[in-house]
């Protein structure tokens, strides 16, 4: 078994004093452990999943090095390079770390979204940023009912955004 709470000491310490990316990915984890659990992924699926979670930003710091700017394209390009290197560093597989790397250079492209791993990544990865952003209830239905899939993230998406609590 991996040691995922390795691979979080490394993360922290490669986004040393950013305390806002760093509660960002472990949110984004704990919304994927969740989903993936409900769903009911196969291990070595929730493995990389899990995986992919806690690398799938890695491309920002170097982004801003380089660019000036993080958007999701620059961390799409840049990311798949630093996240290899921070897993071959823990002595992660070579089949996860390809897998991983995959999910990096793709997590914020919703028209191929392509295996329970993506799917769940985007979702939880969404989840956080909904809020981190302060999204519109109307934002927030629009990329649920076009990209959320899971019946976990539908549900939590509901209920952290759109069910009215009044009633």
């Known amino acids: 078994m991996l040691n995922q709470s390795q691979l ?3 993360m922290s310490d490669y986004l ?3 305390p806002r990316r760093i509660h960002h990915f472990l949110k984004v984890l704990g919304f994927a452990q969740v989903i993936s659990s409900c769903e009911q992924l196969d291990p070595c699926t929730a ?5 992919a ?3 799938h930003d890695i491309g920002s710091k170097i982004s801003e090095a380089k660019y000036g ?3 999701g394209k620059l961390q799409e390009q840049e990311g798949p390079a630093e996240a290899r ?3 071959e560093s823990l002595d992660f597989p070579s089949n996860i770390i390809d897998r991983v790397c995959y999910l990096v250079a ?3 492209t919703y028209n191929t979204i392509a295996g329970l791993d993506y799917q769940v990544l985007i979702e939880a990865d969404f989840l956080v940023n909904a809020y981190d952003h302060s999204l519109s ?3 927030i239905q629009s990329f649920g009912s076009r990209y959320f899939k899971t019946q976990t993230g539908k549900y939590l998406l509901e209920r952290l955004y759109l069910k009215d609590h009044r009633t």
């Open 85 to 87: 290197k921070v897993l």
């Open 16 to 18: 040393a004093n950013d």
């Open 53 to 55: 979670a806690i690398v």
């Open 69 to 71: 700017q993080s958007n």
């Open 137 to 139: 209830p109307e934002s």
């Open 8 to 10: 979080i000491l490394e």
């Open 106 to 108: 793709h997590h914020h």
């Open 47 to 51: 493995t990389i999943l899990e995986t």
